[in-house]
């Protein structure tokens, strides 16, 4: 199968559905010509014309707000949003409006649109461009929350997003925008929900979102070597949650660790641990560990971002310290 | 009065939706000072040319955004007694299932998006609705109600910017009826507002909202120029709230006087001033209005019986609707 | 002692700060002549002038944004918004600029700045006037969040607040402003941190915030007929959170549920029980468990909306099941 | 050239100041080229008339706030190039101790209240900082930079709403660079960009921003009457940015064409302009001119080396400064 990017993916998945549903329209700043400073949507203005890849004005809950008003009355837009620290400005049109029309409307409209974003810090941004923020909006009820892990993932998420009769929202790790996966020429859509065993093992259960994926995964090759079979879990989306497959992964290994790069208080680590520990506890054989971001803004310095996120090597290590028992002396 | 190029059914039905507005409004500060009512509701009476004169300038097709004080919005519109009634009250049969409520009233099939209950929060939703039809090349318009205090919101500005750059068959239509809760207009709204809109480039017009032909001719004319692209358009509509900035809001003379209420409602009622051009006029004689208001006030009076004895959802409705299949 | 209303709790708290320090004001909408909707700061401007309660336009991102600059150059303002769910409105002053000026730069300039609000539902306010959002801003580093949950508490809190050289969010429950509570005439602060046990008991440890506070003594009552002994706690502020007094709760008594009235996914309860489970796993007889509001908008029919939060009866039915061993079958 | 009211020595400062952002920018761009700085930046080179001509109407007690595109106005407000360059590399001695880099520059002492990331993000910061100069008494007055693309964000007009109906002490200085990102400023806003600080009321000029007495006189009137309580004020700055937006733009020509570049670069150049107008009038000799950007150049570069060898912060403070004491 050929191998292309993450940012050639989502560069598919848009043509792919604008092709299918003339509904769907792109929109937000630089996104035309520019294709986004990351270049991401280049080529697909000159497809779809200005009509259906619409630049804006630096006006984050404004277009926000055109997107809810155009998603309730018939079209399919997909905000872009440069950078996931903006979604501070959307949250009020994100989550006190289309969030909830569908509700307050006792189900007579529905707001079917996606907001794209990204998350991921150590690109030396600062702390208003490295924030990953999916926690916040995995909180608001009628949000649905996806964070594809890989190229794959990407494309499969973004258009069962697009076709979604719900506010979505897709965080993309800007690290990842050059990572290269298998992906299929053929059509494929990845339904929201059911979680991706990347990895079997009988030791321990690793989950991680996003790009933690890939660290669970490397961390689940260094302990491999030291004949720790570790299985490692993508939810793929967190709302809604395939709880299924976690918890009875738990149950399997009795071990777990939650590994995202949220922030760690209040965060996604912190949901999905709970819930583990709720319906599995009496197979665990130690609490549901959580690894996420350090409860700090993203420093600038390079000599301090990079240690504010998780690493294999700070995953194998938790890992190693629930094997060994070392737990029971903390707790 | 200023002329408008509608005939006398015209007439008689924004006469009648001027006065169903108002007996809705009362039977629903009825309903709140007998305890009937959950919560609390925002009334419209005073205000009512200015929902009326509008809506009657639109068609089912075009759409309108809603604010908190949206009953006048809704009827205006086109809703039922029956099903506004059964929302307020949280009623299975509401517009909304009884989920909504007074401030997130919708009624989808005449094209009212919904009441709002963040102030500002449906400037984007109007510009969206716009935004949609051009692109998807209907010529629908949406109207955007809001209050003079919500002018003070950014999102009014990122949308107008917007709306004017790719120009958007929206018409905003400020209800500056000199309060916004228990401030006056000018201690909250510097220099003009609609030097504000037209600084955007949108043409924008101070009308009467007390002289519902007046603000129908008006829109007549934005609508159809905004059918053929020439939007947007602003409107400025002065007008007067009877009733406190919610039911419970009584003993207002800190912030207004009652001299000045009593002016508005002698002087400048919009039912009253229409009434007797009707008469005036010799399109209805005082025995036809009386008839007209008291079928009306029976209507009412129906349909909120109907509503008080209907059926609260069932508590298995509590979680469904949250996401659309 | 003299019993007082939360409300004038709150009037009374603000009246001494603003004494004792000039650099103190309010702003907010109907601040002043109105004394807000709830009629909490009556009197103020009268005795303060309508330079240090400030009236403002319908603009919370705007006085947000005005009270993090006057933060930073030596004012103590108190931003006053009105419901908690205009929270979204502000989140990028608050959480992009305020909650990140301290550390962006290097401990040199800070926001010392209050914002007020409430949350709490069942008031027929409906979906965008009844949200309890306080788990959003606790996820973000920077901010700090108290939950008075009586009068008493209102006051130490929002005293404690004022002189907090940080950002602080204050919640109060706005179906409490009328409830009585033992107030000392003398003047006394709340730390910030340090959690109360309301109620000491040895079979399971009841932590409520907020209204929930009461919800937790009133479960407690019910158990206590039953011969159940709960001990319940009050974390009183989030961030910081006084894991140390919630973990030796647990340890003692080895069950523990955790009552919000916040969304339960993502929300506060995860972040207290995982903090639980992770720290005192091995001395419990049952995992940690989480009672938040329920994951849907808040409906406006009073036959719906009683239905989404926690009651006593609620959670002491939850802790006869934890008591009995029921979660042993469940989990 | 308009006149001032400086004398030589101010001339000579302002001269240099410029030169100095200048070099600054230089030396970043090559410090980024040559792959020796962590992420991006936005050079201001191009604009420095603006931000000199604006902060040398300013005293340390003044304030301002900074932008994304911020190190001209560190420097024009007095910051040294050591803290600025090591902060641009994340080094501890920078002005914060490599917490913030080049998109949270701040400089505390000289009333630098900071760059932002956050487009648009400090107008709500600097009209507080005139709120609080209002109700403490002190007279004075703060500065907020923001660019064409700014005005798109509605926190803008509330802001500006805010400061007109308080007579806050604030000047809003638009850096009309005509793009934002890449994007022609017509492109994303309608209207007028002064005729909307008029329409709240708000006295607004426009002026030549490659201009840097221009700018300064016009500052320097402004900045008295608004500490005298006759503010706010907008200020429209007509410039234009050399680099791409940030120094990873490079080929840009599909936004906008080289010949425009080269165009502003040789015919509106700001030092250009301004060097030559301090020969003619015999202020300084070319010579003398010589030796200033020398020793310039000089400073810069040995801060670029000093900043290069300096310590990073240690691992522990990655979790100080969260919150105060
Ligand atoms: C974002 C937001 N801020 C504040 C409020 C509280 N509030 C409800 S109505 C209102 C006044 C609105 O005034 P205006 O826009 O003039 O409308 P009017 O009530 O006069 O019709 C306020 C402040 C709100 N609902 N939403
Ligand atoms: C809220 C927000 N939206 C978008 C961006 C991305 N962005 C950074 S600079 C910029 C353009 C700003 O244009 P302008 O205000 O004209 O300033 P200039 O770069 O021209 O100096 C954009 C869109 C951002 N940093 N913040
Ligand atoms: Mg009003
Ligand atoms: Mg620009």
Known sequence: MRNITLSQAVNEAFAEEMRRDETVFIIGEDVAEAGTPFKILSGLVEEFGTERVIDTPIAEPGFMGLAVGAAMTGSRPVVDLMFGDFIFLIMDQLCNQAAKTHYMSGGKMNAPLVVRTNMGATRRSAAQHSQSLHALVAHIPGLKVAMPSSAYEAKGLLKSAIRDNNPVVIFEDKLMYNDKAEVPEEEYLIPFGEANVKRSGRDITLIGTSSMVQVCEAAAEILAKEGIEAEVIDPRTIVPLDEETLIASAKKTSRVIVVDEGHQSFGVTSEIASRINEKAFYHLDAPAMRMGAMDVPVPFSPALEDITVPTPEGVAEQARKLMSGEMIHAA | MAKTKTNTEDYLRMYKQMVRIRSFEDNANQLYLSAKMPGLTHMYSGEEAVAVGICEALTDDDRITSTHRGHGHCVAKGANFREMFCELLGKEEGYCRGKGGSMHIADQSHGNLGANAIVGGSMGIATGSALRAKLQGADDVTVCFFGDGATAQGLLYEVMNMAALWNLPVIYACENNGYSEY????????????????????????????????????????????????????????????????????????????????????????????????????????GEIEVMNAEIKKDAEEAVEYALAAKYPAESEVDMHVFAD
Chains 1, 3 share one sequence.
Do not use: C
Not at chain 2, 185 to 205: L, M, P, Q, V, Y
Not at chain 2, 211 to 217: C, I, K, L, S, T
Not at chain 2, 249 to 267: A, G, P, V
């Open chain 2, 183 to 286: 401030t006056k207009t000018e201690e909250i709204a510097a220099g003009s507002i609609t030097a504000r809109a037209e600084a955007f480039g949108i043409e924008a017009h101070q009308v009467d909202g007390q002289d519902v032909m007046a603000v129908n001719e008006l829109t007549q004319k934005l609508v159809a120029r905004a059918r053929k692209g020439e939007g947007p358009f602003f409107m400025e509509l002065m007008t007067y709230r009877y009733h406190g900035h919610h039911v419970g809001d009584i003993n207002r003379e800190y912030y207004r006087s009652k001299e000045e209420e009593l002016d508005w409602k002698e002087n400048r009622d919009p039912i009253i001033k229409f009434r007797g051009w009707l008469v005036e006029q010799g399109i209805a004689s005082e």
